[in-house]
């Protein structure tokens, strides 16, 4: 950001003001304020502040708002949110509890990016309550699918969901880089570069040029598909899926047995090779 102009009340106004955050455990308001402080912002005063996001109830609004709220249940003793926020659809799912903070807090023309778990695509009740207001008042144009392995909770399928305030939604976007993909955080950790398609389909600032990968004869399991508003109204969730990587078996019941024997026939060789290199070694 301070690349972009070298203004003198810009580069103040990104030192001191552009930025906010919060969180409710104190190491990681500390670890945040230091990182920004490394980094010349809030020298004077730390943007970064130690405080329940879900039962705020201050004025402030914000033109970006980008998280990764923290996934499963309030800390024990925490303030019960529909007691500070009966604005709020009620509903003890913490997800959506943030989703609806998040929309509360955007401005109108607002851009939002945050990290949700599939269920707050596909769960009906209180939570479709929150989703269908979602599609409402808010234009959710791009949904990008995220392989599990990235977060340090295994198995953790998310999403991050894409979306301005001040139209309903029309068409949605979707950019699938679940399906066929692997990561982990030790061996093949997600980068950047990971990313760079997408990236390249989203067209930042010139969206109306987004073209999709997706072609139902030529190439069925292109990852950057457009779901039509009437598609989007059709639907009871949004849980995208269409890529299918699974390939048919063509192999007889007679040669799968002969791979079987010829792996079998494989492990039986090496046993007897290590047990000729140990020598009758007592281990």
């Known amino acids: 950001m301070r690349k972009q102009s070298r203004d003198i009340e810009k580069q103040k106004f990104l030192k001191n003001n552009a930025l906010f955050g919060a969180d409710n455990t104190s190491l990681v308001v500390t670890l945040a304020s230091m990182n920004l402080y490394l980094h010349d912002i809030g020298v004077a ?18 033109q970006v708002i980008l998280t990764n709220p923290p996934f499963g249940t309030r800390p024990q003793g925490s303030v019960e949110v529909s007691a500070n926020r ?37 769960d009906g009740d ?47 976007w979707v950019y699938d880089y679940r399906a066929g993909v692997k990561h982990s955080l030790v061996k093949k950790p997600m980068t950047r ?3 760079k398609e997408f990236v390249d389909c989203y067209c930042t600032g010139h969206m109306e040029d987004r073209q999709e990968t997706y072609n139902a004869e030529t190439n069925p399991n292109g990852r950057w598909r457009r779901f039509t508003a009437e598609e989007v109204s059709k639907r009871d969730d949004l849980n995208f899926k269409w890529i299918d990587f699974t390939e048919e078996d063509d192999r007889t019941v007679s040669d799968i047995l002969s791979e079987m024997q010829e792996e079998s026939d494989g492990i039986a060789t090496a046993v007897a090779q290590l047990k000729e290199l140990l020598g009758g070694i007592e281990l």
């Open 45 to 62: 005063k730390s943007p970064i502040v130690y405080q329940d996001s879900l039962i705020d109830t201050s004025d402030k609004m914000y």
């Open 86 to 122: 009966p604005e709020f659809i009620k509903t003890s799912d913490n997800q959506v509890n943030f989703l609806q903070h998040i929309m509360s807090i955007v401005k109108t023309g607002g851009r939002v990016g945050v990290v949700m778990p599939d269920s707050i695509l596909t």
């Open 126 to 172: 209180s939570t479709k309550m929150v989703r269908d207001k979602l599609l409402k008042d808010f234009n959710l144009h791009t949904i990008l699918r995220l392989p599990t392995g990235i977060f340090y909770k295994p198995g953790v399928k998310t999403n991050v969901l894409f979306f301005e305030k001040g139209e309903p939604t029309k068409d949605i």
């Open 193 to 195: 570069e990971h990313l």
